[in-house]
């Protein structure tokens, strides 16, 4: 099955750009409730992931612990080198089965390698429940 029947498009969710600071993250993270983010840059292309735990390191290790520090920290540099990895928009729901046991979600990019949006783990294993769990009932 093609992944587009479970994308939920760039315009529905939250992400961040890669030349944002660790300050404006940090405040779309909270107010989304988000624990990982998508990063693309400004050609709309797919950078990296952006977690909480990211963060966290980020702020220790630069010692940011107020606003104005935060302001001075940008996003593509804390960016890990371990991101998550997208997929083709062609790609069948079946590529990402694997992928969504380390991923909350799995970016998707277009045949340009633009950011569309994602597929969520949850929309992932619902699919593989359903397809799993028969609800016809038995035949007597």
């Known amino acids: 099955m093609n992944i587009l029947f479970f ?21 779309k993270m909270k107010h989304y409730g988000y624990a990982a983010i998508p990063v ?52 069948d729901i079946d590529d990402l089965l694997l992928m969504a046991m380390n991923q909350n979600f799995i970016p998707v990019t277009d045949d340009r390698g633009l950011f569309i949006g994602i597929v969520t783990r949850r929309d992932i294993l619902q699919y593989y429940y359903d397809k799993t769990h028969d609800d016809k009932t038995p035949a007597v």
């Open 7 to 27: 994308l939920k498009p760039k315009v529905d969710l939250a992400y961040i750009y890669d030349d944002s600071t660790m300050r404006q993250a940090l405040e």
């Open 40 to 91: 693309i840059n400004r050609d709309g292309e797919y950078v990296g992931t952006l977690s909480e735990g990211d963060l966290l390191w980020a702020i220790l290790n630069h010692e940011a612990y107020d606003n104005h520090a935060r302001e001075a920290i940008y996003v593509r540099d804390i960016l890990k080198v371990r991101q998550n990895k997208p997929v083709n928009v062609n790609a």
